[in-house]
């Protein structure tokens, strides 16, 4: 009996081991698919059209600068809207709203992290988008604005939880001892519980900013699709195309094999090391090694 | 006297400050309220019997959208089937066998690069693997897979942090009455750690069911007036559907726009509230 | 003391942890069958590691140093080989705070047989009643166990333990949450208990030790520095350390 024990002991143990590994491997096949899909682009298309600032597939314009700037200037937007509204509803959870508005207000954000983008998307369209246009007197509703405004509220939902659980983390003891020198709750959240937060802030921020890049159905649908360089503000009140909604766009009508395809894995690739580069760096914020140091009871 | 207005001055500042964050807060909150009514209003009228099990007939302008809500359940499955026991497997990993070194280290990293890798890079990814280098074709396995992958960390990270919240006491008694590692881990910190675990699934495959841009070139079927009979059939689903009736098929009458939108928010809430009430009644009946 | 009665030879064991501790410095230590053999000492003297030592709990440490021989009778402790399991059914542990398992007072009894293979259903009622539970609990042995009083939760740990039918009892500070009459209790059903067990036990307080012990080891920063029958060590300690700290001179 004890055989069979150990053997399954040992099974067990092997696979919970390989699952535990297989996230590298999944990244690690996914750029593996990115590069083998996306690198032949660089012996097919000259470099110097790769960079310049027209996007036009059908006569062999793929020139990538008008969508990183369309998701730039979308991305833009939307830090400037899911910060200060994202951080602001984090500190009011966690320090400030008394515990009952926090169990109903706490599962209502889960609800904005779940609510399918493609329905943020249509109702941007159908709704938000002939709003702006009346409202702002523009020729469209359909552009970088719009598109900003629907990701800046998509992003707020992981900086709340992030930046939430990393004010949370502040010790009480730092708390306590600036209210104890006379300063008010106020001036403590922002001279001692925030700074003191402020690595898993950064993070969230950061970790915001790789949403709103990545996000793709709703800027599609909203964003009026134009493979413009932006210049100037002005942009910001006109059609752009973010690299995401390209990818959607076009992938479903292009050639296996062809140029275009390959491009389109590039801009995927191009995608895949921008939130690896966000992603890694917020990682090593957040890793002030949370040991389990609970010692065996004695 | 000065030193009194100070502080009346500062209680002011701090009085103010905590309307502002409260009223950023309510701002947050009431457009989700608001989508989520409006949704519901203008969706109602399109609900009907007919609408929920019948096929779209006249290229989608009529009839219903039953191909698309079975498409979501089959592929919400799907990705459940894979994503579950490897999301779970990985969180006791990292909670119950992991060491403290670089290589657990990069296993964390990974796992915040899947969750930050934008949805359509996952599509091409599928596509790439899946559909073309494994040929499954567009096909419901390709998308289960591909978003199973998807929502792996979410599971991942949920499920870890509920393994760690099982009291470190419980295992070492478990240990100390001649229990293996594994019987502890089955019998104590996975019974106590469930109702953490189905939560983090549940929101996991939340986000499979309403995401689209994994499935745009992995499974989606622009109109297919039949059910899938095979995991390697392609397949509609509510959240490409929605995108289709709303942006690629010109006169659509728009009452069928928002009743798929409401069926779509209906399947996908329902989970979030499931999610909610299992982790508030866990939380209400836990012995430690 | 007899050497044939030795139910554990200790030999020049020595343990560090990763961090540095050398929390055992050359113990060498025979505890006999069927008596309380009393562990005491200031804190950190490495009582409780001494303890882990003995049923393998410190495998779930990080321990860096493990040297020296440990043997229960025949069966050699430290060594690799050594089935952890079946050594840990023979050698149970009670620990400082009593930790029930959650979920009912019946099943935290029978979690360990369950697990061993043994149905047996009188095992049941005997260890909770030579842990002096039974009485207390026969009528609500479904409740969830966390719902008993902190004393009657460890007497329930004690109970779980007996359950395994085990040779030897290890009790790292058993009564050190539980007030007097709690206390009173489980020392009792130690008394009771030494006839069939061998009995180590590490007392919360000079005084449990004195009341208690058979034999006493005195642990002082990792060393053993006097083991002697409970009646001499306690009335005439030979060492100076051993005579300041049970007069509550330091400690
Ligand atoms: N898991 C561990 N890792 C590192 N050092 C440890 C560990 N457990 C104990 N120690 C150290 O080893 C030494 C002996 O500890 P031990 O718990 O054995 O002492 P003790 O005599 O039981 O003390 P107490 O009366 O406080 O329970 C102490 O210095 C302690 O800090
Ligand atoms: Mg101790």
């Known amino acids: ?298 | 006297m000065t030193d009194q207005k100070g502080t009346r001055v500062r209680y002011l500042k701090q009085r103010l400050g905590f309307r502002l964050l409260s009223s950023m807060a309510i701002l947050t909150i009431l457009p989700i309220i608001a989508v989520v009514i409006y949704i519901v209003i203008q969706g109602a009228p399109a609900i009907s019997r007919e609408f929920i099990t019948g096929f779209p007939e006249d290229g989608m302008r009529a009839g219903g959208i039953w191909p698309a809500i079975v498409g979501t359940f089959y592929l919400t499955l799907g990705t459940a089937i894979f994503s579950v026991p490897l999301g779970i497997g990985a969180a006791i990993y990292l909670s119950e066998y992991a060491p403290q070194n670089r290589f657990t280290q990069m296993i964390r990293i990974s796992i915040i690069n899947l969750a930050g890798i934008p949805s359509v890079v996952y599509g091409l990814f599928g596509l790439g693997l899946f559909v073309l280098f494994l040929n499954f074709g567009t096909s419901i396995l390709a998308g289960s897979l591909t978003l199973a992958i998807m929502t792996l960390p979410v599971i991942i990270s949920t499920a870890e942090e509920a393994l760690r919240a099982v009291p470190q006491a419980f295992r070492t008694v478990s240990i100390s009455v001649g229990a293996t590692k594994w019987q502890t881990i089955r019998r104590i910190v996975l019974p106590e750690a469930l109702p953490g675990i189905l939560t983090g699934v549940i929101l996991g495959l939340e986000r499979a069911a309403g995401e689209t841009a994994p499935i745009l070139f992995t499974v989606a079927a622009f109109f297919l007036p039949r059910l899938p009979n095979s995991p390697l059939d392609a397949t509609m689903a509510l959240p490409y559907h929605l995108f289709v009736i709303s942006t690629q098929v010109p006169g659509m009458p728009i009452k069928i726009q928002y009743g798929t939108a409401l069926v779509l928010l209906t399947f996908v809430l329902s989970m979030n509230i499931i999610a909610t009430v299992i982790r508030s009644r866990a939380r209400a009946s836990r012995q430690w | ?251």
């Open chain 3, 1 to 251: 003391m007899n050497k044939n009665n030795q139910k554990i030879t200790i030999q020049n064991l020595i343990l560090h942890y990763s961090d540095g501790t050398e929390s055992l410095q050359d113990i060498s230590l025979d505890i006999p069958a069927h008596a309380i053999t009393v562990i005491f000492g200031p804190a950190g003297g490495g009582k409780s590691s001494l303890l882990r030592v003995l049923n393998r709990l410190n495998d779930l440490v990080d321990v860096v140093k493990l040297e020296g021989e440990v043997y229960l009778d025949d069966l050699d402790v430290l060594s690799p080989k050594t089935d952890v399991i079946a050594l840990r059914r023979r050698v149970g542990m009670v620990f400082a705070r009593p930790v029930v398992l959650p979920m009912s007072i019946q099943e935290n009894i029978t979690y360990g047989l369950e697990i061993a293979g043994i149905k047996d259903d009188q095992r049941l009622e005997d260890s909770l009643e030579k842990a002096a539970l039974w009485e207390e609990v026969k009528d609500r042995l479904d409740d969830p166990a966390v719902t008993l009083s902190g004393g009657q939760q460890q007497r329930l740990c004690l109970a779980r333990v007996l359950a395994l039918e085990p040779e030897v009892i290890l009790l790292d500070e058993p009564t050190s949450g539980l007030d007097p009459i709690s206390t009173g209790k489980v020392e009792e059903s130690l008394q009771a208990l030494k006839e069939d067990y061998t009995i180590v036990l590490v007392p919360h307080s000079v005084q449990q030790a004195a009341r208690t012990a058979d034999y006493a080891a005195f642990f002082l920063q990792g060393k053993l520095i006097e083991y002697a029958p409970g009646n001499l060590l306690f009335t005439n300690p030979q060492d100076q350390r051993t005579q300041d700290y049970v007069e509550g001179r330091f400690g």
């Open chain 1, 1 to 298: 009996m004890d055989r069979d024990l150990n053997l399954g002991e040992m099974i067990i143990t092997r696979l919970i081991n390989i699952a535990g590994y297989s996230a590298i491997i999944f990244v690690g096949m996914i750029f593996y698919f990115l590069l083998r899909e996306g690198l032949p682009t660089l012996n097919e298309v000259n470099f110097g059209n790769l960079v310049s600032n027209r996007w036009y597939p059908i006569e062999a314009y793929f020139g990538i600068l008008p969508l990183l700037g369309g998701s730039l200037v979308i991305t833009i937007g939307a830090t400037l809207i899911a910060v200060p509204f994202g951080i602001g509803t984090a500190v009011y959870l966690a320090e400030i709203a008394p515990r009952w508005v926090r169990e109903i207000l706490k599962p209502l954000v889960e609800v904005l992290a779940g609510l399918p983008s493609v329905v943020l998307g249509f109702l941007g369209m159908l709704v938000l988008a002939p709003f702006l246009r009346k409202y702002l007197q523009l020729p469209t509703g359909l552009t970088a604005f719009t598109g900003s405004l629907l990701l800046g509220g998509m992003a707020i939902p992981t900086v709340v939880s992030v930046a939430e659980d990393a004010i949370d983390a502040v010790p009480k003891s730092y708390r306590d001892a600036s209210l104890a020198i006379g300063a008010t709750k106020w001036q403590t959240i922002w001279r001692v519980t925030l700074p003191a937060a402020k690595s898993g802030v950064t993070t969230a921020i950061m970790l915001g900013v790789g949403r709103a890049i990545g996000e793709t159905m709703t800027v599609m649908m909203v964003s009026g699709n134009a493979p413009v360089l932006p210049g100037g503000i002005r942009a910001l009140f006109k059609p752009a195309r973010t690299m995401t909604a390209t990818i959607a766009a076009e992938m479903g009508e292009v050639a296996t094999g062809s140029v275009h395809y390959h491009v389109l894995f590039f801009i995927g690739m191009v995608l895949f090391l921008i939130s690896l580069l966000i992603n890694i760096t917020a990682s090593f914020v957040v890793f002030r090694q949370r040991q389990r140091q609970e010692r065996i009871l004695s």
